[in-house]
């Protein structure tokens, strides 16, 4: 992607934008955009059409920034805001450039009401005061032999009726006019009334009149050349009307133009004659063939002031002693035509003039009416138009309608058929009511200007003088050797292969090898420019292929080439030349992109995709660069490895891949010695259990003696009343029933034994069950043994089971009858209505503490302290006996011991149940408990301990052998 | 805290204060009631709980079953138990009268088709499961000091001896030397045996006791809201 440079802040930018992002300046400038500025150049002005009305004042003092479109005061020549240039950079050369006419002729037309009289210029107000007399004296012409045709032909004398009409205008004024100067009024005397301004010429106001003292200063150097003295010999008769207004009459007084001749007391001005004016005076005065332009101002009795030369400047003093050059080249008109005048040297003057000027002495006929066009300008570098304008060819109004024609170039050419068509310029300038076919020689019949016509034929005269009749010893070097140059047929042939010198330019030594060369040949060949030595032989071709350019026809307006900014390598060949490179001044007209050196494109291509400038090119890679990973670009140094460390290494990769690789198991044969270990500790197991059960009954006799626990608890269950229902839980397993059973039996036959009936529930599914079915074989055992008969419902019965753990106990000591309805068997619908629980339902709101006492058989410590802390609370005047494992006893005595104890009673495990057995007396005795008791006592004591003890010296010693093998081997 | 958990955190709070003033304002009646009410409700849904264990003990085995998992053997025996128990007690009522005059299935938790599943699978399975453990428990206390002697091991095995001496039927072959004052030797070696150990219970016991009124003071200040997840 492009990068374009910001002209005002120097970022870099994308080319696709129009403004910098950066300050909002104008990147590209509005090349197609070619609005005539105030300073524009008066070239451009036929591209728009004038305006009736000229602009408001209000706006031309302000300039709008063509890249911020800021407002900027007038003076400025870049933007206050965005530092954008304002105007182009053809301001800078306004003494050289033709826009410096332009500013010229807008002073002139500025305010005139405000410009004093006192302040015009010396020579304004010299044409003011004296154009009956005129001050200057004016050579005399040549005769009509050595004048070209063009000039003869404008040597005739010019009648008033002639004068064109904004030439008339020069006439002294009748009557002063309220909004013009002075000097202008004199100059619009005639006028019935002031014409309209064109709108290529900008409103007076932007630039205020100049004083008189600097009007020299100010005044283009292309009017100081003709304020300089010209050689009247040579004065061509092409001078354009506009031009005789400052010029005397001639002896034929009838062909001054009007505002010329109307120039009053010319004795009387004498001394407002500008110095200048003088000057142009004294060789007037010796050149015998002035033309009648010239001749006009150019009194004889009006001496040359030595005084005013020193005011003149130089280069304007040395301008008579110009030779006259020989009008060969023919590719333009107005720098020719000086050189086809007589040169008539003053010799009060022509020392000090340079010699390029005096080369331009004899130029009495340029074209003022192209005052952009300085008389210094060399010929190459003329802008196009302008030699297309001054080429020879066919008279371009003919072909061109004058309607067609810019105005500026149909009051040049065309303008003589109705005062319509003049520029406003001119016709304000001129007698606005004077018919155009009226000037006689200044205006030819089809319509060109004479100067211009005068122009086109010298252009194409060949008998105009040869250069080698010049003296040419002051010419500059290029003019010098302009006139000394052979001509055609002493040229060397031009070919592709010629051999070209060292001084010719690149692009001309680049077209030899190209054939591009060969071109040049046949538009040499036609060309009758000489050779110069100095231009050499690319100068030559240049002049011949000017030679070919046919004039722009009157009414086309001028072409810029958009080539114009290229090399010449890459101009279009127009009729096999190249075009001449621009010259500088020319160059510094154009726009300033065009004219800043092209940035080299940046190859670049990388676009952003991601964050916030994805889609622009030419940024930074923020991503590639930071965010996406890379290898790493540092050098990594190259290890130096010994011998013996790549041994290692192979080494060390050899154990990694061996043990990378599986391995078989090695099959182990199985343990036989464990395996007849663990039958063993079976078999002594189970003879430690039946040895003492069928082979030696009584090795272990029940307890003698009861712990007070127990004792405690069958005091406890020895003091429930009978009227009151107990209420046994059953909160323990099928697993624990082997050790809990017998205790809970022993209690259950207590109980019922007393006559307390026997209400039974469970926190645990299986206990409810179990409940049930170690009260119902109580009961049936009971019946047996004691004759009593216990029924379900009556003597016993069983809620069931009692969910929610802690908060179903809870709710159960608040409130017995919301937790059960029915009992576990599903017998009765209605559990608090039965026989069993009917006197605790007729008590009002009872609860726990209308039990006669809890039974708790919890085979862990958890469900144990559950009833402990949740139903206590509720049931404190129900004595609360726990019946638990041998392993829950620690847990649960401290709830025994003490003062007042939370449980009455405890009895712990399979001793407690023999305990509670033997306290209470034969009757309670079971025999499950005593066969319990037997085979526990064997199991521990014969099973457990002995190989407990014996096992582990065993293994002891065996390990002692293993270390001693271990540390022997 | 959004708006689902401070109503949680509210109705725990709520809840929780309700049923400790209840406790502790038994005579309020207001209380009294609202902590009855809040314990029916919990124990309700306690009762569902149960429900909803079995239907998902159902599940997992059965998805056990279907996907070859290992062990799905034992979940079919599982399964089969499940189903049998369900049956029997939904098709009793409706078999009984073709069932001989002997033969009384009954009905409820208490049938005698229940109760003969509880005495003769339930109540001997676990017996035998409770002595499997006794085997294992000798058997690893008879490798201890193989496995690994060290000091620790040592002591494990010392203390088991005496406790096995201590809480066992005393067999008439040994002998039981009084000691000290109508303290025998059975009787020191029960003492060796339960003073550390109670001493242990009760350390566990308090420890626990404040851990639970931590707890309590947690919850009901919200500090701790294990409802939240």
């Known amino acids: ?969 | 805290m959004k708006l689902t958990k401070l109503v949680a955190t509210l109705i725990a709070v709520g809840t929780g204060w309700i049923v400790l003033l209840g406790y502790f304002l038994p005579e309020v009646e207001l209380f009294k009631s609202a902590n009855q009410s809040l314990l029916g409700i919990a124990s309700q849904l306690a009762a569902v709980v149960v429900l909803v264990g079995a239907i998902n003990l159902f599940l997992v085995h059965t998805k056990k079953l279907t996907g070859n998992t290992p062990g799905w053997f034992y979940s079919l025996f599982v399964l089969f138990g499940l189903v049998a128990v369900i049956l029997l007690n939904v098709v009793a009522p409706f078999v009984a009268p073709f069932l001989p005059a002997d033969v009384v299935l009954g009905v409820g938790p208490a049938s005698n088709a229940n109760l003969f599943i509880f005495k003769y699978i339930q109540s001997a399975a676990g017996a035998a499961i409770a002595g499997l453990i006794f085997f294992f428990l000798v058997l690893a206390g008879y490798r201890v000091l193989g496995r690994r002697m060290t000091l620790a091991t040592f002591a494990f095995v010392v203390s088991g001896a005496i406790t096995l001496l201590a809480l066992a039927p005393w067999p008439t072959f040994l002998p039981n030397p009084e000691v000290y004052d109508n303290t025998t030797l059975r009787d020191l070696l029960r003492t060796l045996t339960l003073i550390p150990s109670i001493a242990g219970a009760r350390g566990l016991l308090l420890g626990i006791a404040l851990g639970v009124v931590a707890t309590g003071l947690r919850v009901l200040l919200a500090q701790d809201r294990p409802y939240r997840e």
């Not at chain 1, 009007?258 to 050149?287: F, K, N, Y």
């Not at chain 1, 020392?351 to 009495?364: G, I």
């Not at chain 1, 002594?684 to 059960?693: E, F, M, S, T, Y």
Request: charged residues 15%; hydrophobic residues 40%; aromatic residues 6%.
């Open chain 1, 1 to 969: 992607m492009a990068v374009i440079r910001c002209q005002a802040c120097g970022k870099p930018n994308p080319d696709f934008l129009e403004e910098c992002q950066f300050c909002d300046a104008r990147l590209k400038p509005l090349t197609g955009m070619l609005t005539p500025s105030p300073n524009a150049l008066p070239p451009l002005a036929p591209m728009t059409p004038p305006a009736p009305e000229p602009a408001p004042a209000a706006n031309t003092n302000i300039i709008k920034c063509q890249a911020c479109g800021k407002p900027n005061p007038a003076f400025l020549d870049t933007c206050q805001f965005c530092d954008a240039r304002l105007k182009p950079l053809t301001a800078q050369f306004t003494d050289d450039a033709p826009a410096a006419t332009t500013e010229w002729l807008i002073s002139t037309r500025a305010k005139p009401a405000e410009t004093p009289a006192n302040t015009l210029p010396d020579w304004l107000q010299a044409m003011e005061a004296s154009p009956a007399e005129p001050p200057m004296a004016m050579p005399e012409p040549e005769p009509a032999a050595e004048i070209p045709e063009w000039m003869r032909g404008e040597s005739e004398p010019i009648t008033p009726a002639d004068t064109p009409d904004w030439m008339s205008a020069s006439a002294p004024a009748t009557a002063a006019e309220d909004e013009t100067p002075d000097w202008l009024k004199a100059m619009q005397a005639p006028t019935a009334e002031p014409a309209p301004v064109a709108d290529w010429m900008p409103p007076a106001e932007i630039t205020p009149s100049a004083p008189a003292s600097a009007a020299d200063d100010e005044m283009p150097d292309w009017l100081r050349a003709m304020q300089s003295p010209q050689p009247a010999g040579e004065a061509p008769t092409a001078v354009p009307d506009w031009m005789r207004t400052g010029a005397e009459p001639t002896p034929a007084a009838s062909e001054t133009p009007a505002w010329m001749s109307a120039a009053p007391e010319p004795a009387a001005a004498q001394e407002d004659v500008p110095d200048w004016l003088r000057a142009m005076q004294a060789p007037a005065s010796e050149a015998p063939a002035a033309p009648d332009w010239m001749s006009a101002p150019s009194e004889p009795s009006v001496p040359a002031q030595p005084a005013a030369e020193e005011d003149v400047p130089d280069w304007l003093r040395t301008m008579p002693a110009s030779e006259p050059e020989p009008a060969e080249d023919s590719s333009t008109a107005w720098p020719v035509s000086p050189r086809t005048a007589e040169p008539e040297t003053p010799t009060s003057q022509g020392a000090d003039m340079p010699d390029w000027l005096r080369a331009m002495e004899p130029s009495a006929a340029q074209p003022l009416a192209m005052p952009d066009l300085p008389a210094s300008t060399p010929e190459a570098e003329m802008p196009d138009w302008m030699r297309s304008a001054s080429a020879p060819g066919e008279p371009a109004a003919e072909a061109t309608p004058a309607s067609d024609l810019p105005d500026w170039m149909s009051t040049l050419g065309g303008s003589t058929t109705a005062a319509e068509s003049q520029p406003d310029w001119m016709q304000s300038s001129g007698a606005s009511g004077t018919p155009v076919e009226s000037t006689p020689a200044a205006v030819a019949d089809d319509g060109m200007p004479d100067w211009l016509k005068a122009m086109q034929s010298s252009a194409s005269t060949p008998e105009v003088p040869e250069l080698g009749q010049t003296p040419g010893g002051d010419l500059p070097d290029w003019m010098t050797a302009m006139e000394n140059a052979p001509t055609q047929a002493a040229l060397p042939p031009v070919s592709a292969d010629m051999a070209l010198p060292d001084d010719a330019p690149e692009w001309l030594k680049a077209m030899q090898g190209t054939g591009e060369l060969g071109a040049l040949e046949s538009t040499a060949a036609e060309s009758q420019i000489p050779a110069t030595e100095a231009g050499g032989d690319w100068l030559s071709a240049l002049r011949g292929s000017a030679a070919e350019l046919e004039p722009l026809p009157i009414g086309e307006a001028p072409t810029f080439s958009s080539h114009e900014g290229a090399p010449p390598s890459d101009r279009p060949v127009s009729g096999g030349l190249e075009e001449a490179a621009l010259p500088s001044w020319l160059a510094a007209m154009k726009p300033i992109d065009v004219q800043a050196a092209p940035l080299d494109e940046e190859a670049d291509v990388y676009e952003e995709r991601v964050g916030v400038l994805a889609g622009m090119r030419g940024v930074l890679r923020a991503e590639p660069v930071v965010a996406l990973p890379r290898k790493s670009t540092v050098q990594v140094h190259k290890l130096e490895v010994t011998a013996d460390q790549t041994r290692q290494a192979n080494v060390l990769a050899a154990l990694v891949s061996a043990d990378i690789q599986a391995r078989t198991a090695p099959k182990r044969r199985p343990a036989i010695l464990p395996m007849v270990e663990r039958w063993l500790v079976v078999l002594a197991l189970l003879v430690a259990i039946a040895l003492p059960l069928y082979g030696a009954p009584g090795l272990f006799p029940l307890p003698t003696t009861i712990s007070p626990q127990t004792q405690a608890a069958f005091n406890t269950v020895n003091s429930l009343p009978a009227d009151k229902p107990a209420l046994v839980v059953f909160d323990y397993d099928p697993a624990q029933s082997g050790e809990l059973n017998p205790s809970a039996s022993a209690l259950v036959r207590h109980l019922l034994l007393r006559g307390i009936t026997v209400v039974g529930l469970s926190t645990r599914p299986a206990g409810a069950a179990l409940g049930d079915v170690l009260m119902n074989s109580v009961a049936l055992s009971l019946s047996v043994s004691e004759s009593f008969s216990y029924t379900y419902g009556v003597n016993y019965i069983s809620l069931g089971y009692l969910p929610g753990g802690p908060v179903g106990v809870a709710q159960f000591a608040s409130n017995p009858q919301d937790a059960f309805v029915n009992d576990f068997r599903g017998v009765h619908a209605d559990v608090w209505n039965t026989s069993a629980l009917s006197g605790l339902s007729a008590q009002s709101g009872f609860t726990l503490n209308n039990f006669g006492g809890l039974i708790v058989l919890a085979a862990t410590p958890d469900s144990a302290r559950t009833w402990i802390e949740q139903a206590h609370p509720q049931a404190l005047a129900a004595p609360m006996i726990a019946v638990v494992s041998a392993g829950v006893e620690p847990l649960l005595l401290p709830y025994a011991e003490g003062d007042d104890p939370v449980l009455k009673g405890l009895i712990s495990g399979l001793p407690g149940a023999a305990q509670y057995e033997a306290q209470a007396g034969a009757g309670f005795s079971h025999d499950s408990t005593a066969q319990s008791w037997t085979t526990l006592g064997g199991g521990l004591i014969l099973g457990a301990l002995p190989l407990l003890i014996l096992g582990n010296i065993i293994a002891s010693i065996v390990s002692l052998m293993r270390r001693r093998q271990q540390r022997r081997g």
